[in-house]
Each structure stands twice: as C-alpha cells, then as structure tokens.
T-cell receptor
Framework: SQQGEEDPQALSIQEGENATMNCSYKTSINNLQWYRQNSGRGLVHLILIRSNEREKHSGRLRVTLDTSKKSSSLLITASRAADTASYFCAFTTSGTYKYIFGTGTRLKVLA | EAQVTQNPRYLITVTGKKLTVTCSQNMNHEYMSWYRQDPGLGLRQIYYSMNVEVTDKGDVPEGYKVSRKEKRNFPLILESPSPNQTSLYFC???????????????FGPGTRLTVL
C-alpha cells in the first residue's frame, strides 16, 4: 500500500504531558503535512515541512522530517484536553500531485 | 470568509440512482481534490485537479467522475452508486507552490453518504 503508516494508532496521556506521533512512508516526497481532525469533521492543517527542511516549529507543535529514514514525527508539548483529536500525516510523492494520507493517530488528552 | 463548501452534508440514496456532490472554494486555489474516509482506512484520494480542465485519478477512482469547468467548483459524480460507496467524503483545495508541490489543503465539512 502507498499509505503512510502512523504510530501509535492510539495514544492516551494526561493534560500537560507531551504527545509524540510518528509517520513513515516509502517513497521520495515533495513535502509532508500534518492535519488534525475532530470527530468526523473536516481536517484542519497544522504544519507543513518541505523535503529540504529537517525541523519546524509552530506554537506548541514541533515537526521533524528525516528523509533518509523516510519518517516524520509530530510533537505536541504541554497537551490540553482540546488537543483530543485524530492526527494525520499527508504527503505527495516526488513528481506527482497525488496525496497519500497516513492511517492516523487517535490522541486522547485526559483532564 | 475563506472556505470550502460541500453540499449536501448528508445524503441517503439507493443503489443505481445518480447523484452529484458539489464542492466550491472561494480562495482562487488551483488544486482541488476529493477524498473518502472509511473506518480503519484513513483518507484515500479519489480524484484531484491541478487547474481548470486538468484532472487525474487518485488511489480509488473507480465508480466516480469529476469535472473542473470553473476554478472554484469541483463536483463529484456517482453515476450508479453502490453500497460500497457508503462513506464520508471530503473536498479540499490548496494553492500552488513551486515544482510539484502545493501548500496546505483547506477541507470542506464533509458529506456523509449512505447508499442502500
């Protein structure tokens, strides 16, 4: 399958803790994006990292990209109950405009 | 307000009855796309369009048609729906970046389709 693989599938943490989720893929990519989805609603873009970047920050989010290992990670620091959602990575493979989404990580932050 | 709209939001239909789900964006985006989301399978791309009159297949195009006659609209057509097309459908759009790259996608609210 061309789908990106994410782990863990589900993650449950206490408020204030950090949450890390990982995305792996199999081909060369143009860029990699992370999205959040709340309970069957539309996806919301969080952060985009280009193939020539290694790390990017946005508020409490930190994304890394290791193209040699074909993997990316999303770190949410000081998590809040409102961060409870599913998180997906997405990417286009080099030379195409077709998007592949990861299988998603369900994050639950307990108050 | 910048947004992607989809209609209808909910639809129950019967096998074989042609239907169209509309998608419209007001951000002058070049790229538009349709996805379906099924439990345990994540989001899978059905069709995408890089610009007016330019469309291409995603991973799961069978049983679907699209058209891009205007930049803002990208309807999804099911000529003869079947129960295995019961799913949650999302439309998305994004602006072009350099090379084969596009910027972040903006998603519509979703259309929940049930085919009996």
């Amino acid at each position: 399958s061309q789908q990106g693989e994410e782990d863990p599938q589900a993650l449950s943490i206490q408020e204030g803790e950090n949450a890390t989720m990982n995305c792996s893929y199999k081909t060369s990519i143009n860029n990699l994006q992370w999205y959040r989805q709340n309970s069957g609603r539309g996806l919301v873009h969080l952060i985009l990292i280009r193939s020539n970047e290694r790390e990017k920050h946005s508020g409490r989010l930190r994304v890394t990209l290791d193209t040699s290992k074909k993997s990316s990670s999303l770190l949410i620091t000081a998590s809040r109950a409102a961060d409870t959602a599913s998180y997906f990575c997405a990417f286009t493979t080099s030379g195409t405009y077709k998007y592949i989404f990861g299988t998603g990580t369900r994050l639950k932050v307990l108050a | 307000e910048a947004q992607v709209t989809q209609n209808p939001r909910y639809l129950i239909t019967v096998t074989g009855k042609k239907l169209t789900v509309t998608c419209s964006q007001n951000m002058n985006h070049e790229y538009m796309s349709w996805y379906r989301q099924d439990p345990g399978l994540g989001l899978r791309q059905i069709y995408y369009s890089m610009n007016v009159e330019v469309t291409d297949k995603g991973d799961v195009p069978e049983g679907y048609k699209v058209s891009r006659k205007e930049k803002r609209n990208f309807p999804l057509i099911l000529e003869s729906p079947s129960p295995n097309q019961t799913s949650l459908y999302f439309c998305a759009s994004s602006s072009a970046s350099s090379g084969h790259s596009y910027n972040e996608q903006f998603f519509g609210p979703g259309t929940r389709l049930t085919v009996l």
